[in-house]
T-cell receptor
Framework: AQKITQTQPGMFVQEKEAVTLDCTYDTSDQSYGLFWYKQPSSGEMIFLIYQGSYDEQNATEGRYSLNFQKARKSANLVISASQLGDSAMYFCAMRERTGRRALTFGSGTRLQVQP | DSGVTQTPKHLITATGQRVTLRCSPRSGDLSVYWYQQSLDQGLQFLIQYYNGEERAKGNILERFSAQQFPDLHSELNLSSLELGDSALYFC?????????????FGPGTRLTVT
């Protein structure tokens, strides 16, 4: 069974600084995908970034980058130059590459960006 | 805007009642997933449909059922509601082709059972 662990229930960061949100995962599959989603206070889930288990380079999407360390089974999200609008819940999720493609989510990290 | 629509946005009902949540996936997406987000259980996968057929089941209670219609919209039926069913219910859709098949979520339906 897959498991996602996010050990930081809450994080604070100053505006314009970088922040790293931790995510570790457990799976017996060799092939899998890792996702990060943002959930603002309004409730919607916004897809941010994806990393495949066989991707050799870390994924980047604008100010978001994923620090993927396969041997350590970690997939940390790095947000550079934080903005007030980044304040939200962030969820790490995993999906098997084959078969059932549903997402398994972590418990989330609440990020608050301070001016 | 993800392109996934869900109705209603809010639903308040009493214990023992039955409700239906509706989801329309993004144009062209054949897969629909239902998730439940509650304070105690977090985000959990309930069920997946692909082009009208049930593809996978997660932690879905027997009191819950779903279907996907020929026009690809999906409905989640919740019956004999209990207080613990109060949650945010999300529908998500993913592309038929184009790895990594990321899932795009609708705005959710917030269900309150009183």
């Amino acid at each position: 069974a897959q498991k996602i662990t996010q050990t930081q229930p809450g994080m604070f960061v100053q505006e314009k600084e970088a922040v790293t949100l931790d995510c570790t995962y457990d799976t017996s599959d060799q092939s899998y995908g890792l996702f990060w989603y943002k959930q603002p206070s309004s409730g919607e889930m916004i897809f941010l970034i994806y990393q495949g288990s066989y991707d050799e380079q870390n994924a980047t999407e604008g100010r978001y980058s994923l620090n993927f360390q396969k041997a350590r089974k970690s997939a940390n999200l790095v947000i550079s130059a934080s903005q007030l609008g980044d304040s939200a819940m962030y969820f790490c999720a995993m999906r098997e590459r084959t078969g059932r493609r549903a997402l398994t989510f972590g418990s989330g990290t609440r990020l608050q960006v301070q001016p | 805007d993800s392109g996934v629509t869900q109705t209603p946005k809010h639903l308040i009902t009493a214990t023992g009642q039955r409700v239906t949540l509706r989801c329309s996936p993004r144009s062209g997406d054949l897969s629909v997933y239902w998730y439940q987000q509650s304070l105690d259980q977090g985000l959990q996968f309930l069920i997946q449909y692909y082009n009208g057929e049930e593809r996978a089941k997660g932690n879905i209670l027997e009191r819950f059922s779903a279907q996907q219609f020929p026009d690809l919209h999906s409905e989640l039926n919740l019956s004999s509601l209990e207080l613990g069913d109060s949650a945010l219910y999300f529908c998500a859709s993913s592309p038929r082709t184009g790895y990594p098949y990321e899932q795009y979520f609708g705005p959710g339906t917030r269900l309150t059972v009183t």
